[in-house]
């Protein structure tokens, strides 16, 4: 491969809290054992070079004042959308500057809900989303996500038009590809959910941040692309932070073609004057989407997909009672644990330590709505995956907690 993604990373002392924080409560790595940071959701891996060269090279201009958003930004998105995904007739118009993907649900809530207004979400449940709601006093509402016979996360649209119905919903938080299942839905999965919103007449926020990192063999549908009224009902929001890891640069955009829907969502989220780029941050996207990103990010998808195939194969293999559906995209692991737990009369909460004892840094996956849930993130160097699905199989799963 011509890009770097076997270093071991020394993150340690950097402000990275992948490894400066555990996050299950009263846990501790034991004396002996290397931290293998496999929790919060983002990558252990060095980032594209032509990002490192664009923001140096701005570096080297030795002034910070106020700045509009240049022609290249624009230019760099649309190119990206046409060549990762066929996006045809998109133009700068469309695109706005946002803060972060849940900084422009939060705009968009505001513009199109009231307090106390329902939201459908699926469950499983990205947190962040789970966050944004209560902080915003909006009510959710889940429709469960369910594993068919080949355990293939799929969406219950029976379920979806009962809840928008019973509860009056008018805004929905699509996710796609999905967090935390790494379920890439199929174009005629999207154009169904689209038709049961559009008979209801919900605004749909659709987060795509995790659009480029699709495992090998699928394919990433834009929402807005399955039919005219998608297209105009929905709020897309993208990033370059998830894909080339640049969450501490901040910065992502939405793609808006209604202009009702725009403007409303702009006026709100430029009242707080606080929704705005910071120059470094928008010479990074301009950085990742280089012709040297396209490279890199499918090299990174055949990274990911050897990662998730080895730790899928072990888990299944070596870990009796743990279930989980193959990712077809993001690089997040989605563990049920509940047959494991009740086989060995275990708690979660000892089992989440278990595993940070011996220095696997996971993530309880019960916040994301669904019991006996853990969380893991593969985008690390193999050795590591390797390493850490070893201490699991000789410490935790089949060994002495």
Known sequence: ?????????????????????????????????????????????????????????????????????????????????????????????????????????????????????????????????????????????????????????????????????????HCAIFCSPHNPTGRVWERAEIEKAMEVYARHDCIVISDEIWSDLVLPGGKHIPTQSVSEDARNRTIAVYAPSKTFNLAGLVGSYHVIYNTCLRDRVEKVSGMSHYNTPNVLSVHALIGAYKPEGRVWVDELCQVLGGNVDYAYDYITEHFKGVSLAKPQGTYMLYLDCEQWCREHAKTMDELLCAGVKVGVIWQDGRPFHHPWSIRMNLAVPFARVKDAMERLDKYVFNGSL
């Open 1 to 169: 491969m011509k890009y770097d993604f076997t270093t071991i990373l020394d993150r340690k002392g950097h402000d990275a809290i992948a490894v400066e924080h555990i996050p299950i409560p009263g846990a501790k790595v034991e004396e002996g054992f290397s931290v293998i940071p496999m929790w919060v959701a983002d990558m252990n891996f060095p980032t594209l070079p032509s990002i490192l060269e664009e923001v140096s090279g701005r570096l080297e201009h030795p002034h910070f004042g106020y700045f509009e958003l240049p022609d290249a930004y624009f230019d760099s998105i649309i190119r990206w959308q046409k060549d990762r995904f066929g996006v045809e007739g998109l133009t700068r118009e469309c695109i706005g500057y946002e803060n972060g993907v849940l900084g422009c649900a939060a705009s968009a809530l505001q513009a199109f809900t009231a307090p106390g207004e329902a939201v459908l979400l699926h469950s499983p449940t990205y947190i962040g989303f789970t966050g944004t709601l209560e902080s915003n006093g909006r009510k959710i509402v889940l429709s469960e996500l369910k594993r068919d016979a080949q355990g293939v996360w799929r969406m219950d649209y029976e379920d979806m038009e009962k809840k928008i119905v019973e509860n009056r919903i």
